[in-house]
């Protein structure tokens, strides 16, 4: 593994392990846009020391792992499973008060638990990503940021799946006496924890850790594929959802829709899409083959979507929760003893069926990427290296890389000469093939 004196953020760059959390940035690395539409710490300095900085970074292999950081902050959990980590309690369910359910992509769960802690003065803030209004130079669609209010709160509702870092909140928190909360995706959440380890302020400050659950991070490139697919220039775009609701349809009929700079609107099913099958892994960030973490396991709550009958059919939205902290636990069981919230509780077969393909990904999956040749640094992980899979498997395996490769290659080619068919057309002929491979066929 190296001499953690010696480890690097360029390191862990190019080696193809950084997610662009920018728990290392700081005011002489500042976090930039790389050329594949990604995030990361660029500059001479660090705002860690090297050994500090091999601590923290979720993808070093010198900082705890998952299991460990977990056994430390919930040691009286009565729950353990090695898919889902340790808890309290696990649910199916929405919010049933207010207009939660109705305002988030899913059951509204992320933002009531947000906007609980704010309305029982437990936290001052929570830091989350909302949406921005991109212009010419380049600003991005969202960005995090704390929210002070329940207003403000609901303005972060629904999925985002663009890169986002928490430099800037970091900087806020630091600067600014309180309690924060603060959402995230597992290696966020995980990158949080092992700064608080290493920072006494932010340790003082983040109070709760409030998990997504993730099947990989998306760079800002896939918002140019559905600009393109829809035959406008990208820079009229001013609104991405990822996940326009619609309670008369099946909640996972994913419709993409764009807002024009004239008000207009351009949508469009997902699977009527070049890229539009996720686990494919058009636009992939490189980091995320080397993830175990689906559920968050580090965090004092994670949410995600209940992708099984009959909840996956209603358009809604329906989450699966997990709850790790004591404190946590205690909101959520009185809030459905006051009928607040509709959660049914579920056990951890349950919350694994929900997110059986993201699981199979990062674990038969990783075990089979982590036997292949890497030059750079080697992660270390909580699986051991393992070929024991049927061709087909690795076949799959082996696609869903080239794809992820591919395409950010393809579309900055595509940016770069301005002509979008390059990318489209190798889109295209890569989800055929994925389709062929991954399910027998070349269409749904």
């Excluded at 689906?294 to 979507?305: C, L, N, S």
Aim: proline fraction near 6%; charged fraction near 25%.
């Amino acid at each position: 593994m190296g001499d953690p004196q010696e480890l690097a953020p360029r390191d862990i760059i190019a080696s193809g392990l950084c997610i662009g959390c920018g728990a290392c940035a700081g005011p002489a690395r500042p976090m930039e846009w790389d050329r594949f539409g990604q995030r990361q710490p660029r500059g001479p300095g660090t705002a860690l020391p090297s050994a500090a900085f091999a601590r923290t970074c979720p993808f070093s292999p010198h900082a705890m792992d998952e299991d460990t950081i977990a056994a430390g902050r919930y040691p009286t959990a009565p729950n353990a499973d090695a898919r889902i980590g340790r808890f309290e309690h696990a649910y199916v369910g929405h919010v049933e008060e207010a207009a939660f359910r109705a305002g988030g992509s899913s059951g509204g769960m992320v933002s009531w638990v947000a906007a609980e802690l704010l309305g029982a003065g437990l936290i001052d803030g929570i830091a989350h990503v909302v949406p921005v209004l991109p212009d010419s130079s380049g600003a991005p669609f969202f960005r995090y940021r704390i929210s002070r209010t329940a207003h403000e709160i609901m303005e972060g509702a629904q999925s985002r799946y663009y890169p986002v870092d928490l430099a800037d909140v970091l900087a806020e928190i630091r600067a600014t006496p309180g309690r924060y909360a603060v959402v995230g995706v597992p290696c966020f959440i995980k990158a949080m924890h092992l700064l608080r380890a290493e920072d006494p302020l932010v340790a003082e400050r983040v109070t709760h850790l409030l998990g997504l659950f993730c099947g990989h991070m998306k760079s800002a490139r896939f918002v140019d594929s559905f600009a393109w697919q829809h035959g406008v220039p990208v820079d009229q775009v001013r609104a991405v959802d990822y996940r326009r609701k619609d309670p008369d349809r099946p909640a996972n009929w994913y419709t993409a829709q764009l807002t024009l700079e004239d008000g207009s609107a351009r949508w469009q099913d997902w699977w009527h899409l070049a890229d539009g099958d996720w686990g494919a892994g058009f636009f992939q960030q490189s980091a995320c083959n080397f993830c175990d973490d689906v559920v968050a396991e580090t965090a004092d709550i994670a949410f995600g979507d209940a992708w099984v009958e009959p909840y996956s059919s209603d358009g809604r939205g329906t989450n699966v929760v997990i709850v790790r902290s004591l404190d946590l636990d205690l909101m959520v069981t009185q809030a459905i003893a006051d009928r607040r919230l509709a959660l049914q509780p579920v056990d951890a077969d349950f919350i694994a069926a929900t997110q059986a393909a993201g699981l199979r990904q990062r674990r038969e999956g990783l075990a089979y990427r982590l036997s292949w040749h890497r030059r750079g640094i080697r992660p270390r992980k909580r699986l051991a290296p393992s070929r024991r899979l049927p061709l087909r498997r690795k076949l799959i395996y082996r696609l869903r890389a080239a794809i992820s490769f591919a395409s950010h290659r393809l579309a900055w080619l595509a940016r770069r000469t301005g002509r979008p068919k390059l990318y489209l057309v190798a889109a295209r002929l890569s989800l055929r093939l994925y389709r062929r491979l991954a399910y027998g066929r070349s269409k749904d």
